[in-house]
């Protein structure tokens, strides 16, 4: 989710003879950003998502060749990156259109991962590393193998720390 942002659809004029809308977001800067989009439930003052030019449409992300965005002229009218619909952020199937935000959410400018806390860290362990350690067969001995690997102190969870009480009978 690098580099795409929460925006505000300032401005949309209808291409004629196209489905197309001609959109001046904010983006949070000084300028606004001119981006053509296809999507029939574009209006003004909306939030929206804007994927900018360099950025990987998400859904593309596991595919051979990830689909980078960029600028390109649709119609004859510069088109700077795109307003992105649910499928294209990878958050499900609906292609009816793009993306709502609910503006008490979040504001232009915002990084879409940031207000929605998408940046998780992903973490790919092959089973060889565990077959003869047995302290790294539970996910709490694995995290303690890897805080040594990173040079990070490891805190003991709460629950280990706490006294367990057996019930008598």
């Known amino acids: 989710y690098d580099n795409i942002f929460i925006v505000k659809v300032e401005s949309c004029e209808k291409i004629p003879?196209?489905?197309?809308?001609?959109?001046?977001?904010?983006?949070?800067?000084?300028?606004?950003?001119?981006?053509?989009?296809?999507?029939?439930?574009?209006?003004?003052g909306m939030l929206a998502v804007w994927i900018a030019p360099g950025a990987v449409v998400p859904a593309s992300v596991r595919e051979d060749a990830p689909f980078v965005i960029g600028k390109r002229k649709m119609r004859g009218y510069e088109s700077n990156g795109m307003l992105?619909?649910?499928?294209?952020?990878?958050?499900?199937?609906?292609?009816?259109?793009i993306v709502e935000i609910n503006p008490e959410t979040a504001q232009p400018g915002n990084l879409l991962a940031d207000v929605f806390e998408l940046n998780d860290l992903i973490l790919e362990i092959e089973n060889k590393s565990l077959t003869h350690r047995p302290d790294c067969f539970g996910i709490i001995g694995f995290a303690r193998e890897v805080s040594g690997i990173l040079g990070q102190k490891f805190e003991e969870p709460e629950f280990l720390l706490q006294e367990t009480v057996f019930p008598e009978g």
Request: charged share 25%; proline share 2%; glycine share 14%.
């Open 84 to 97: 992105a619909g649910a499928d294209e952020l990878d958050f499900g199937d609906d292609h009816s259109g």
């Open 17 to 44: 003879d196209t489905h197309l809308t001609l959109c001046q977001v904010d983006c949070g800067g000084k300028e606004l950003v001119q981006v053509v989009c296809g999507a029939p439930n574009v209006r003004e």
